[in-house]
DNA sequence: GTCTATACGATGATAGAC
DNA sequence: GTCTATCATCGTATAGAC
């Protein structure tokens, strides 16, 4: 990626996380990047698939790092600890790219929607094994595994709808509220331990 | 409300949900009323007048529901559950206003957006008052009570932007699901029954 | 690679007849 | 209350010079 596609990039996220994809103008992320609005067109063949790169790329980032992290982790409590707390951890640190991602799917054409949702699917189906694989073992109570899922990603999805960096609380706090509220959800009840 | 003025208002809420408000124009509106454009504006001033007053009557309905169910509930666990039960009913049977109530606030002017926020706000304090007495009287695990109260408020919202009417499940089989699991999450341990 | 200039369409909104 | 006609503006995108 050359040094203005990025500049580019990094002035569409700024832009589409403060004001949305359809109210933001080429006009306004070229002034942001100091060239013209023609010379966005040189860099991207158009608006939407200036969004469509920023989605692909951070959806690609995301279930890379959710993979590299689970790699070495062992139980399935833990390992769904693991993944929820990278799910949170990912989409605060990457609160703009990450709320783009969820929330202007609509801007996209069909051709790239099916692209990016498959992507999506793939990311939730890891969860989903999760929980299914948790409730075999008996470390989960019986659910419904897809239910679930939704329920569990959309809670921290939403953490980048408020989310305020330098708030109250940090990341970290964040993450280990979630992570115990919802291994206590996933167990109703088959109670082991909670973590510190 | 006039017929015509209910009509329109319905043609949006339709068109709001489908594309998104900025997506949808004053034209395409007119036509799914079988009217010209500019009679839009003999019954709301503006575009932006015509979603304010959707999210207005939603969030003063959403509220409404609420306070009206709780009445007659005793108990604290009672009333979160009663509570939770109602806001994944209206977030489900009124899903396409609810989506542009919790979707759409970008498109409001400041002034309009003050009031809207203010109007979630008084609604996210029923919760938050729900979750602060279930812990001081021990029959939920101490918390961080705003966190929570977005947690499981979104958590259910979500609900809106995947739910098919004429699924697999129905809205009060979804609604049980989304009950255990927060309570569940609002006790961590502390368990003395679950609903059947 | 970035510029100036412009094509072209669509939009929200208004004026005024009926 | 609804219509026809129109305005003013802004949007994405392209052409072609440098």
Known sequence: MT??????????IDLFFKKGYYATS?????????????????????????LFSIMHDT???????????????NGIEERMRRAVRCHVRFHLEHQKETFIASSELRGL?????????????EYEEIFQELIAAGTRQGVFAP????ILSYAILTLCTAGAFWFKPGGRLTVDEIAAIYE????????????ERLSA
């Open 180 to 191: 115990n509220f919802i291994i206590s959800g996933l167990k109703q009840g088959r109670i």
């Open 3 to 12: 040094a203005m596609k990025n500049t580019i990039t990094k002035a569409a």
């Open 59 to 73: 959806m690609a980032a995301l279930t890379d790092y959710l993979r590299r992290n689970l790699e070495k982790v």
């Open 143 to 146: 659910c419904d595994v897809k």
């Open 26 to 50: 080429i006009s306004e992320i070229a002034r942001a990047c100091g060239i013209q609005k023609a010379s966005i067109y040189y860099h991207f063949a158009s608006k939407e698939d200036l």
């Open 109 to 121: 054409c069909n051709r790239n929607y099916l692209q990016i949702v498959a992507m999506r699917d």
